[in-house]
């Protein structure tokens, strides 16, 4: 089992930044990769990024790709989403997720969630 606890969420005007972290226990060997998910409201969920847990590579949304970065710190079993130049469609509740399947652009490849967090961005 993987324990997954989000925070960094808020309200944000355009154009400002957040950083959400996401803080991983458990059975983290077993983890290939760390996504970002998001759902609006009236939406379905919908990746955002994803970094894979052994090697520094990092997959991207189009929607978000020069805008958000996604990080990693082993040490601290923690993945980062820096999110600049917010735009009031990113507002969603976000969610961390980790996956033990590959392609890590793909919701069925997750088997852990965390409880979300709400990002609201004001125009």
């Known amino acids: 089992q993987v324990q997954l606890v989000e925070s960094g969420g808020g309200l944000v005007q355009a154009g400002g930044s957040l950083r959400l972290s996401c803080a991983a226990s458990g059975r983290t060997v077993t983890i290939y990769a760390m996504g970002w998910f998001r759902q609006a409201p009236g939406k379905e969920r919908e990746f955002v990024a994803a970094?894979?847990?052994?090697?520094?590579?990092?997959y991207y949304a189009d929607s978000v790709k020069g805008r958000f970065t996604i990080s990693r710190d082993n040490a601290k079993n923690t993945v980062y989403l820096q999110m600049n130049s917010l735009k009031p469609e990113d507002t969603a509740v976000y969610y961390c997720?980790?996956?033990?399947?590959?392609?890590?652009?793909?919701?069925?490849?997750?088997?852990?969630w965390g409880q979300g967090t709400q990002v609201t961005v004001s125009s």
């Open positions: 970094i894979r847990w052994n090697v520094y590579t990092t």
């Open positions: 997720a980790a996956a033990k399947m590959p392609i890590a652009t793909i919701e069925r490849s997750y088997e852990y």
